[in-house]
């Protein structure tokens, strides 16, 4: 289990292109193109490069999400004021959301890619962002604020509420983005498209009830994480009233072969020299690790309040489903770090979870702080997916059969988890 802990550290996103129900805003007609220009040579992030890559607009094309980029810049050069520019932006990001969503849930056929394949709204999202960063406006704009603004969107965190009768429970779930794309530029994350097929799904869960399921789906990158996306994300699902959840579980791409619950987040930073997607460090190592910028009170370690016991029982099938009780700890008293499988010893210093010391270990350990701060009865906690294999081994092949099936099966596992871990206990 060491073993397997420190490889999720290391290693582990027009009627026949638009959906009919789900199309790019009516924003690109009539621009002013005089006063509005962009500019091919704006300084693009490393994440943003990978898109000189053909086979990321193979990607987009084949899921029928090109026209959201194509048409993107004129929209943007439709804009007159600074005050038209969020709401444009949010509208293109919550478009781009509900297209990719209807299609991972079969209501949008379009392409020749698998319906469920998360990598299709990666790309096109990133080809957007692009977009944003070479437009130039004949007026002042805080660009960094519009890319949040339409990240967010397009992620799930606006317009997403839970739409549940009386007595339906909600479950609201996160996944990420595709990660490791320099080593392989074709990889997908099942958390990502598990998060695609699940959103707005009711489900029965495993005591006859019936749930509804909410998703978002975050980047692999440190510098949202330092601006509160996670915060933003579960905080509205976490404050009460009618939008709360009764159930959040984050969900990352983590081991081989195995479904992981994990029973300990940890606070610390330590994944270096592993990067995040746009090749930036954490800072932290096993020796020296760090706590986010940002990050609010917490213990060092956070045991999940998930019935994890419910699924480790009752699903085992196509993948094992185990507790993780591994964590990596500097002891009271000590300077070095010390691997324990059962658990955090009184008064140590995290260095590693459950799920290592990398962000899907963070999103866990921030979900379930800003949980015990707003909703502690509320169960929390975190699943680690089997790491997604079958890439034909020709590189310019985007998808194989042994791909889409492992895909597939991860993903109604995740959902038989849910069904159990998310079920009301008595």
């Not at 869960?205 to 996306?229: T, W």
């Amino acid at each position: 289990m060491m073993l397997l802990r420190r490889t999720a550290s290391l290693a582990v996103l027009l009627a026949t292109v638009l959906p009919p129900a789900v199309t790019a805003p009516a924003h690109a007609a009539a621009a002013d193109t005089a006063s509005c220009r962009t500019t091919p040579s704006a300084p693009l992030d490393a994440e943003q490069a990978r898109l000189s890559d053909v086979r990321t607009t193979a990607l987009v094309e084949r899921a029928g999400f090109g026209d959201f980029v194509r048409r993107f810049p004129a929209a943007l050069c439709s804009v007159r004021t600074p005050a038209e520019a969020g709401p444009l932006l949010d509208s293109w990001g919550e478009a781009l959301w509900q297209a990719a969503v209807r299609r991972a849930q079969g209501q949008r056929p379009g392409g020749d890619l698998p319906a469920g394949d998360d990598r299709p709204l990666y790309w096109a999202r990133l080809a957007m962002t692009a977009a944003l960063a070479r437009w130039e406006p004949g007026f002042p704009v805080d660009r960094p604020a519009l890319r949040t603004r339409f990240e967010d969107a397009s992620r799930g965190l606006a317009d997403n509420a839970f739409q549940t009768p009386a007595g339906v429970r909600r479950v609201f779930i996160s996944g990420f983005d595709p990660f490791g794309l320099d080593a392989e530029l074709r990889r997908a994350n099942p958390s990502g498209s598990a998060a695609l097929r699940l959103n707005g799904r009711r489900i029965t869960l495993a005591d006859g009830s019936r749930a509804e399921i909410r998703a978002v789906v975050l980047p692999v990158r440190y510098a949202d994480f330092d601006a509160g996306i996670v915060e933003r994300a579960f905080a509205p699902r976490l404050a009460g009233g009618p939008g709360a959840a009764d159930v959040i579980t984050t969900i990352s791409q983590g081991y081989p072969g195995i479904f992981t619950l994990e029973a300990w987040a940890g606070r610390a930073r330590s994944a270096d020299p592993y990067p995040d997607n746009t090749g930036s460090l954490s800072g932290g190592t096993r020796e020296h690790p760090v706590t986010a910028p940002g990050l609010g009170p917490g213990a060092e370690f956070i045991r999940t309040t998930l019935p994890t016991e419910a699924a480790t029982g009752s699903v085992q099938s196509p993948y094992p489903v185990l507790l993780n009780t591994a964590v990596t700890e500097i002891p009271a008293g000590a300077t070095g770090p010390v691997d324990r499988e059962d658990g955090p010893t009184p008064g140590s210093r995290a260095v590693e979870g459950g799920g290592g010391g990398y962000l899907s270990n963070e999103v866990a350990y921030r979900s379930n702080r800003l949980r015990g701060e707003l909703a502690p009865r509320l169960p929390g906690g975190h699943l680690h997916t089997p790491v997604l294999t079958g890439l034909p081994a020709d590189p310019g092949l985007l998808t194989g059969p042994e791909f889409e099936r492992n895909e597939t099966a991860i993903t109604a596992e995740v959902r038989a988890v849910l069904e159990h871990t998310a079920a009301a206990r008595p």
